[in-house]
């Protein structure tokens, strides 16, 4: 598990990005880039989300003193990057197959699971969404997870919950308890 972002880090190093320091801007990116990474992702091909990441940060670090509250970069970052989204959402219906080579190394029956659950997690509402590839794709658990995002616990843990259910649904796999109830 990472190390949790505790707010006056992260308001010292957006400070300290106002004032043009490469290190604290590099410092934000790592921070927060899966964050990015993840919203871009749920409605973005790879290799577009990848992109749109990259541009997010360029214009979040263009207006790096609109930010009111500099502890609260990652709901800034996250509310910048859901609007640069749309604007790219429209041109990605074609690009939803693209990320069949994104997993490299992976064989051709795990890269059409993952495939199709990246789809199944992109049909999911954004909550869901967001905290789904947060977690199965980022990697993060659910206290990095409200780190990043500026959600409490609880909200992530429902929303892990919730989305979770749902992408069994939508996949067609039973949970464990519907599972010992038909056995």
Do not use: C
Request: hydrophobic share 45%.
């Amino acid at each position: 598990m990472k190390a949790v972002l505790h707010p006056d880090d992260i308001a010292r190093q957006v400070q300290e990005a106002r004032r043009g320091s490469q290190a604290a801007f590099t410092w934000l990116y790592r921070a927060f880039a899966p964050l990015v990474h993840a919203i871009h992702l749920g409605m973005s091909a790879r290799a577009r989300a990848e992109d749109l990441t990259q541009e997010t940060f360029v214009i979040a670090f263009g207006k790096l003193d609109q930010l009111r509250e500099p502890a609260r970069f990652g709901p800034w970052i996250a509310m910048i990057a859901r609007r640069t989204r749309h604007v790219a959402t429209i041109e990605e219906s074609e690009l939803a197959d693209a990320d069949a080579a994104a997993w490299p190394g992976a064989g051709p029956e795990s890269t059409a699971q993952a495939s199709e659950a990246l789809h199944a997690i992109r049909g999911l509402p954004e909550a869901y969404r967001e905290t789904l590839i947060l977690r199965l794709v980022e990697g993060l658990s659910g206290p990095e997870i409200a780190n990043l995002t500026g959600l409490t616990p609880q909200s992530v843990r429902v929303n892990l919950h919730r989305g979770m259910s749902r992408l069994r649904d939508a996949l067609g796999i039973a949970s464990a308890q519907e599972e010992i109830a038909d056995g």
